[in-house]
């Protein structure tokens, strides 16, 4: 099925999480062991700024337009945003100048906190190109913010030169040689329960990834993946008989087409899904086309295969 299959994100993620695992930790670097005699902790200095109604539009909205800004929408009587705050700020200062944090206090700013439609605090919104692109309400580790905050520079790197830029500047004072990138513990958790064959845990996985990032591409291709596992290992062989003495039943048309597929026979699997569109109407149309779409996911964009079929399925749509 590997073969058969575009696995390659899983398999990225995978090799990537063995390489760090076997990674030796940098070693610490004692107080004073520096040219200066000294090895001051980062300091978010001007990466944290606090906003106000009136230094909204300059602060958060142009900055915007050139470095992520990430609002913290807090107030003083909130427990959970006191725990909150200081990693985010831990974590700006960290980042040197890539991102800036935007602190508001929604009780001083009410119509900060209206336009965002915040209904708990502490909750966190990125600013990109003056519109909110994600957001998340609540206390969240800081192993996890971190690889949030990295997957949105990822993204964001060729759009935003000044991420590059502090990027190039190397870490921030104070602080030891580049650490890699930690893995994000969503992902983790996914793959972990993939790893141990428990499709439905990896699939909640991923599917909660989405309802915080419905863009989020890696966690849509790792969803189709697992998606498809989880039918293939089920997969009958008889199926394909099954269908093609059923020309008409549109489940059986399906299943087949996954056991075809889950045995490499990647034509034929989308061929007979063609068929089944030319010759079926309504609800059963839409299904099959759905499932044939949901197998395309499966590859490479540029994959032949699936130019071929797509070009098929155009013809028997239209």
Not at 7 to 20: H, I, N, P, V
Not at 192 to 220: C, F, H, K, M, S
Request: proline share 8%; glycine share 4%.
């Amino acid at each position: 099925m590997a073969g058969a299959v575009d696995l390659s994100g899983l398999k990225a993620r995978a090799e990537q999480r063995s390489t760090q695992q076997a990674r030796p930790a940098a070693p610490a670097q004692p107080p004073g062991d520096d040219a200066s005699g000294a090895a001051p902790a980062p300091d978010a200095g001007s990466f944290v700024i606090d906003v106000t109604e009136d230094t909204f539009q300059t602060e958060v909205l142009e900055r915007s337009l050139t470095i992520p800004v990430v609002v913290d929408l807090w107030a003083e009587w909130c427990q959970p945003c006191k725990q909150l705050s200081p990693t985010l700020e831990k974590l700006a200062a960290e980042g040197n100048g890539s991102w800036i944090l935007a602190k508001v206090d929604v009780d001083a700013n009410p119509r900060i906190a209206q336009m965002f439609q915040v209904q708990s605090i502490p909750t966190v919104y990125v600013v990109v190109a003056q519109q909110p692109v994600t957001s998340f309400s609540g206390v969240q580790p800081e192993d996890q913010l971190r690889g949030w905050i990295a997957q949105i520079l990822d993204a964001l790197r060729d759009r935003m030169p000044a991420i590059a830029e502090a990027e190039a500047r190397g870490p921030a004072q104070g602080s030891a040689e580049p650490v890699p990138e930690p893995e994000d513990p969503r992902f983790t958790a996914a793959e972990d329960a993939l790893e141990q064959g428990d499709y439905d845990a990896a699939i909640a996985a991923y599917e909660q990834i989405l309802a915080v990032e419905p863009a989020n591409a890696e966690a849509q291709a790792a969803l189709s993946q697992v998606r498809f596992m989880a039918r293939a290992e089920s997969a009958d062989p008889s199926a394909i008989a099954a269908a093609d003495a059923s020309p008409d039943d549109v489940a059986a048309q399906k299943a087949a087409a996954d056991a075809e597929l889950a045995g490499g026979q990647v034509e034929a699997a989308f061929d007979r899904l063609v068929k089944t569109v030319q010759r079926t109407a309504a609800e059963d149309r839409d299904a099959a086309r759905e499932h044939l779409v949901s197998l395309f996911e499966l590859f490479a964009p540029d994959d032949p295969r699936v130019t071929t079929a797509r070009r098929a399925l155009a013809r028997a749509l239209y």
